[in-house]
C-alpha cells in the first residue's frame, strides 16, 4: 500500500501555472532571410504589407542609426496592430528596451503628464556598460576548514583549486568560508570568484565527476575544467535603461528603489547628470547607447499638451523609435475642438510613417483561431464544424470574442467531461455570452425601462 494512502493524505501532482496572454503566441514578425512576411510564422498571420514595412523599421533599429522616429499602426479593431508591435518586440531581443503603455496611463494625479511621457521615452532608451573585472575561475579540488573545538570564534580554511594548466591553494576567512556553504560548493564544483567583490558563482560541475550519477541532481551543469591561468581579466556587459539609472540616484535606497514600484517625479537636474554621465562613458568607451522602442496604444487618447511634448522629445539627439496605434478615423484633437486624422495634430504626423492594418480574411480568421485553440491547448472536434462556427462568429462580430469564446467553450467541454470542443459547446457559450452588437440590440428593446432613462 502507498504511504500516502496509509496515512489518510490525499496527494496530488503539483505542477507549473502557465498564464496564456492575449499575445502570447506571437514570437516574431514571421518574415524570412529576404524581409518578406510568410503567409503563417511565428503566430503571426495575413497583414503582409504591415508586417513587411514593420520589418524594415527592425532592420532600421537593430542597426542603431536611427533614433526620434516614429511610426503609427492604424486600423479597425482586431486587425493586429498590438500583434504586430509585440512581434517586434519579440524580434528585437530581450537585450533592446521595449516598453508598452496606453495613451490613457499619462493621466494621473501622482506625475505630470510630461513627466510620465518622460519616464517612458527613457525606459525605452538602454545602455550597454562595459566592465572589466578580475577573477579567479577553477575547479575545486579540496576544501578544509578548520572550527574552533569551542565551537565559537573565527573559522579559517583552505582551498586548493586547479585550471588544466596549474593548481593553487587560497586561504579562506570566515566571509569566503561562509559563502562556500551558502553555495554548497564541493570538490569537484567549477566555481568563478570576483576578485572586487568576493563574490562566488558555481558554474557547473567538472567532467570528470561525470562519472558519480548517484550524487549529481538533474539539473546539475556539467561543465569542461577551465585552461590557462587561475586569475584572468573578463569583460562583464550590463544593460540598464536610462529610467533605471534616474532612479537609482534620485532615490536613497539607491539600487533597492527600482523593486518599490512608487518612482514619483524625477527632478531635471538627475537626469541631466545622468546624460553627462554617460556622455564621457561613452568618451571612454564605457559604453554604448540603444535606442529602444516606445509603443503607444490608443495614441487618440492623448491630448494636444502631450502631442506638443512629442513633438520636440522625438527632436532631441536621445530619443527612442516610437510605435503609435490608434483605431480612430477623422476625430477631435484631446484639449481642442479641431478634428483631424487619427486624433493627431497634422505636425506630428507629418514626421510619422503609416502602416494601415486590413481586415482579416476569412481563411486567416480560421488560422488564428487554430493557433489560439494550441497555444490554450484547446482541442476541436476532427470534422471542424466548431472551428468553423468560430470562424464565422469572427467574421460577422469580432475576433476577440472569437477567442474568448474558445477558453469558455473549453471549460464547459471539460465539465461534460469531453476533451475536446464541439459545435454544441460552442452554440451554448453562445447563448450565454453575447457580443457587444447583439447586447447593444438588446439594449434598444428594454431601455425606456432602465432607472434613469429618459422618455
Keep these: 500500500m502507498d504511504v500516502s494512502q496509509m496515512a489518510g493524505i490525499e496527494t496530488k501532482d503539483v505542477t507549473r501555472l502557465d498564464r496564456v496572454g492575449a499575445h502570447s503566441h506571437i514570437l516574431g514578425l514571421g518574415l524570412d532571410d529576404s524581409g518578406q512576411a510568410r503567409e503563417s510564422s511565428q503566430g503571426m498571420v495575413g497583414q503582409l504589407r504591415a508586417r513587411r514595412g514593420a ?217 541631466d547628470q545622468i546624460d553627462q554621465r554617460v556622455s564621457e562613458w561613452r568618451e571612454q568607451g564605457k559604453a554604448d547607447m540603444m535606442s529602444g522602442v516606445l509603443f503607444i496604444d490608443e495614441v487618440h487618447m492623448l491630448d494636444i499638451e502631450c502631442f506638443s511634448y512629442l513633438n520636440r522629445a522625438l527632436e532631441s539627439p536621445v530619443a527612442p523609435i516610437v510605435i503609435f496605434a490608434t483605431n480612430r478615423g477623422i476625430t477631435t484633437i484631446r484639449g481642442t475642438e479641431d478634428q483631424s486624422p487619427h486624433g493627431i495634430p497634422t505636425d506630428l504626423l507629418d514626421r510619422t510613417l503609416i502602416i494601415p492594418t486590413i481586415p482579416y480574411t476569412e481563411e486567416e480568421l480560421n488560422q488564428i483561431i487554430r493557433i489560439r485553440g494550441e497555444e490554450e491547448n484547446v482541442n476541436f472536434d476532427d470534422d471542424d464544424d466548431a472551428l468553423d462556427l468560430l470562424t464565422e462568429i469572427a467574421k460577422t462580430k469580432s475576433l476577440r470574442y472569437a477567442m474568448q469564446l474558445i477558453t469558455t467553450a473549453n471549460v464547459y467541454a471539460r465539465r461534460q467531461k469531453q476533451s475536446t470542443i464541439k459545435i454544441e459547446h460552442i452554440r451554448h457559450v453562445l447563448s450565454l455570452f453575447a457580443d457587444s452588437k447583439t447586447a447593444v440590440e438588446r439594449l434598444g428593446q428594454y431601455q425606456s425601462k432602465l432607472i434613469g432613462q429618459q422618455s
Design 55 to 271: 520589418g524594415i523599421f527592425l532592420q532600421m533599429i537593430k542597426q542603431g542609426k536611427v533614433a526620434g522616429r516614429s511610426i503609427l499602426l492604424a486600423g479597425q479593431p482586431g486587425t493586429g496592430k498590438t500583434a504586430i508591435a509585440m512581434g517586434l518586440a519579440q524580434s528585437l531581443g530581450h537585450d533592446t528596451p521595449f516598453h508598452m503603455i496606453s495613451g490613457s496611463e499619462v493621466f494621473s494625479m501622482e506625475m505630470s503628464k510630461t513627466e510620465a511621457l518622460t519616464q517612458a521615452l527613457r525606459r525605452a532608451i538602454g545602455v550597454r556598460i562595459k566592465e572589466e573585472s578580475e577573477i579567479i575561475e577553477g575547479e575545486v579540488v579540496e576544501i578544509k576548514v578548520d572550527r574552533p573545538a569551542s565551537g565559537t570564534g573565527v573559522q579559517v580554511g583552505k582551498m586548493v583549486l586547479k585550471t588544466t594548466d596549474m593548481e593553487t591553494q587560497f586561504d579562506l576567512g570566515s566571509k569566503m568560508i561562509e559563502q562556500l556553504t551558502k553555495e554548497i560548493i564541493s570538490a569537484g564544483d567549477v566555481i568563478s570568484i570576483d576578485k572586487a567583490t568576493g563574490r562566488i558563482t558555481r558554474l557547473g560541475k567538472s567532467f570528470t565527476r561525470s562519472g558519480d550519477y548517484d550524487a549529481l541532481s538533474t539539473n546539475t551543469r556539467l561543465v569542461s575544467c577551465p585552461d590557462g591561468e587561475l586569475q584572468k581579466r573578463k569583460e562583464v556587459v550590463h544593460v540598464v535603461t536610462l529610467h533605471d539609472m534616474d532612479v537609482i540616484n534620485s532615490r536613497s535606497q539607491g539600487f533597492i528603489a527600482l523593486f518599490s514600484g512608487d518612482t514619483g517625479e524625477i527632478k531635471s537636474e538627475v537626469r
